[in-house]
């Protein structure tokens, strides 16, 4: 293939992988490659479903720590300083995933978010993300 060709088709896959209407902004996009990155834990610049979901599941093991199956401010550390940066991080998952604003994040809403990101990233549906192929913006 032509060279200039391949990069306009390069372009064209990248910004296939987000509708035009819902252009990601550079800081959701940072965002999204930080946590590919994180999911990717063998580091080899591929991130599969298998990962991803692994990485999912264990972000939510840490929101709750006291292990009742729900991510809530009764997981908070008692000290002052951990508790805030819990708290933060918890209103931070809770506003993209509390689906139904109780409050508390139960496994289910956390294991079918609204948009799944891995889904919308890996167009080819072949159950792997190629981090150097992340459009950049
Ligand atoms: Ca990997
Ligand atoms: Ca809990
Ligand atoms: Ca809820």
């Not at 296939?16 to 800081?27: D, G, H, K, N, Y």
């Not at 996009?29 to 610049?45: H, P, Y």
Request: charged share 30%; with cysteine.
């Amino acid at each position: 293939m032509h060279k200039t060709i391949r990069i306009l088709a390069a372009a064209a896959l990248a910004s296939a992988c987000f509708p035009v209407a819902a252009q990601p902004s550079a800081e959701q996009l940072e965002k999204v490659r930080a946590i590919l990155k994180e999911a990717d834990t063998n580091s080899d610049g591929r991130v599969t479903r298998r990962e991803y979901d692994a990485h999912r599941a264990d972000i939510f093991a840490k929101l709750d720590r006291n292990g009742n199956g729900v991510a809530s401010a009764d997981d908070a550390p008692k000290i002052r300083i951990a508790k805030k940066k819990f708290t933060e991080k918890l209103e931070q998952v809770l506003a993209m995933a509390d689906k139904n604003g109780d409050g508390l994040l139960s496994r289910a809403e956390w294991d079918q978010p609204e948009r799944d990101i891995f889904a919308l990233i890996d167009q080819d549906e072949d159950g792997i993300i190629i981090l150097a192929d992340l459009p950049v913006l």
